[in-house]
């Protein structure tokens, strides 16, 4: 369904240039949930906006479904970490969900079956009336996921998405999105700094290295599908795999990189600088 | 209190310091033999003689008119132009200092050269007006549109919101309170320069007939047809106000969100 190939991404500054990421390569299947997770400033939102068409990389390229994505293509949606920023504050909620679906010439009927849909997969009633600033954070993001979900994309971007909110809403957002994910069978790259969240979500994990960033590891999750917040969490297995992607971002703070052990990383240390 | 009630006590705050003034205005001027401050009785009794008659139909209309129509172009150039400005620095850069010359030079100064250019009718009117007011409003839409929420320019962008629906639902509408803002400095800006394209080589209209009273000593009349001036721009003030209120009913709910008060 997606790939990404080779995404190369330097910034050019005012004498400075910045290697933010110097080689990405995978691949997502279709109705796969995938999560991307590395330490803080790794270039997760600049591989996301690669993915998504809204930055052109250096080199290498993104494919949707064997296309080149060179711009935000149909078939793409993306939920984004400022809730409050990315809804339109002059339109209700019924008129924030409609617009993507007019901008596909959707027929009104088509349209008012697809935002009641959307809105009660979410878990929100009532509130297609409502302005997105007079409700709450939790509700706002529920909201922006149900246009994500109206629209009905092939593949679903997220940009810690749950960054912004409170650990309670956060834990009944993330199983809201496993049961939109397996209703609807979109696939989900889901980038998120939350390890705990990362391995609780997806079915593969991807630990990115710190900038210039390439893939330290890419993590089968076999947790079971059924997953909880109470007994997936105290599973053995979980802590297993939560310890090893920790290990790995740990490792990738330091500057480590894929396949390096740690006596490995030393050595550069001990040799003569000025050679 | 009751809606009727409050609204009740809006009025009485609102013409409460009005009705004072006049009643000081009457009581001292009552006994006033100077010819240039005539009593305000006197120019209240003129009031109706002069105004409430065929001149509403001859002079005042005529001036309004001129105004809505210079008014709502400067509005439509404002914007259609500003727009380009605030989306784009590299057209920034390359007209805006002509637009500072232009916007340098008071209105009245361009009087002349506009009746060189569109005779003496009701177009040079309507030109002053434009010259005058385009400015708050194309300045204010160039912040407005360059303080669109970038997180909102890539929503749009995700979902392929382009061309047309972008500018209006995106780039429009979140400009519009800055946009209103500048509309307001522009209409009262248009009612003064709507009395000052009258003054030179005009046949009708209010500021034409004031000037006209003026210079023909007819200080009552004179001083009955400022207070109309006024009272017309009191009356665009609360109609514009309405439109403000329906069109940016979201933005006033929005922060008044913020400031933690009952958004009604």
């Not at chain 1, 940009?159 to 994910?181: K, N, Y």
């Not at chain 2, 177009?123 to 002053?128: A, F, G």
């Not at chain 2, 800055?178 to 005009?202: D, H, P, Y």
Request: some cysteine; glycine content about 10%; charged content about 20%.
């Amino acid at each position: 369904m997606l790939d990404v190939r080779g995404i190369h991404k330097v910034y050019e500054g005012r004498g400075r240039t910045v290697e933010a990421i110097r080689e990405l390569t995978f691949s997502v299947a279709g109705g796969e949930l995938v999560c991307l997770v590395g330490p803080s400033g790794c270039g997760k939102t600049t591989l996301l906006k690669c993915v998504a068409g809204l930055l052109t990389p250096t080199a290498g390229e993104v494919r949707l479904q064997g296309q080149v994505v060179s711009a935000p293509p149909p078939g793409m949606a993306v939920v984004f970490q400022e809730y409050g920023r990315s809804l339109f504050p002059w339109m209700t909620v019924r008129g924030n969900l409609e617009l993507p679906l007019k901008q596909k010439r959707l027929a009104r009927d088509r349209r008012a079956e697809l935002v009641a849909e959307a809105l009660a997969a979410v878990g929100l009633h009532d509130v297609d009336g409502a302005y997105p600033w007079q409700l709450s954070g939790g509700m706002q993001q529920r909201v922006a996921i149900a246009r994500a979900i109206a629209y009905e994309p092939q593949v679903l971007l997220m940009d810690e998405p749950f960054a912004a909110v409170d650990a309670q809403t956060r834990a009944e957002l993330e199983d809201l999105l496993r049961t939109v994910w397996r209703r609807f069978g979109v696939t989900i790259l889901f980038v998120t700094h939350d390890i705990d969240e990362a391995v609780y979500l997806g079915q593969r994990v991807l630990v990115l290295s710190s900038s210039p960033t390439v893939i330290m590891e890419d993590l089968p999750i076999d947790l079971p599908d059924e997953r909880d917040q109470l007994t997936t969490r105290s599973a053995p297995r979980f802590a297993e795999l939560r310890a090893h992607v920790y290990g790995l971002v740990q490792r990738a703070k330091q500057g480590g990189r894929a396949g390096e052990t740690p006596a490995a990383q030393a050595q550069p240390a001990e040799r003569i600088p000025g050679g | 209190m009751t809606a009727v009630g409050r609204l009740a006590r809006r009025a009485a705050l609102a013409l409460g310091l009005p009705l004072a003034i006049i009643a000081v205005l009457w009581v001292a001027s009552a006994d006033s033999q100077s010819f240039y401050l005539p009593p305000l009785r006197t120019v209240l009794e003129t009031f109706a003689d002069v105004w409430l008659s065929a001149r509403l139909i001859d002079d005042v209309l005529p001036s309004l008119l001129r105004l809505a129509v210079g008014y709502l172009a400067a509005v439509a150039l404002g914007v259609a132009i500003g727009v380009p400005l605030g989306a784009s620095r590299t057209v920034r850069g390359v007209v805006e200092p002509v637009l500072e010359f232009f916007r340098a030079i008071p209105p009245p100064v361009m009087v002349p050269i506009l009746i060189l250019i569109a005779g003496i009718g009701d177009i040079m009117k309507v030109l002053v007006i434009v010259f005058g007011c385009v400015w708050p409003v194309l300045l204010n839409t160039v912040e407005g549109v360059r303080a669109v929420d970038p997180v909102l320019d890539e929503t749009a962008r995700c979902y392929r919101i382009r061309g047309l629906a972008r500018l209006r639902h995106l780039v429009l509408r979140g400009a519009s309170p800055q946009i209103f803002t500048g509309m307001r400095q522009s209409l009262s800006i248009g009612i003064i320069l709507m009395v000052i394209s009258e003054m030179f080589a005009s046949s009708n209209g209010l500021g034409f007939t004031i000037i006209q009273f003026q210079r023909s000593f007819a200080i009552p009349e004179m001083w009955s047809g400022i207070i109309l001036l006024g009272l017309v721009g009191v009356l665009l003030s609360l109609a514009f106000r309405a439109v403000e209120g329906r069109v940016l009913a979201w933005y006033y709910s929005l922060r008044r969100s913020h400031r933690g008060e009952p958004t009604g």
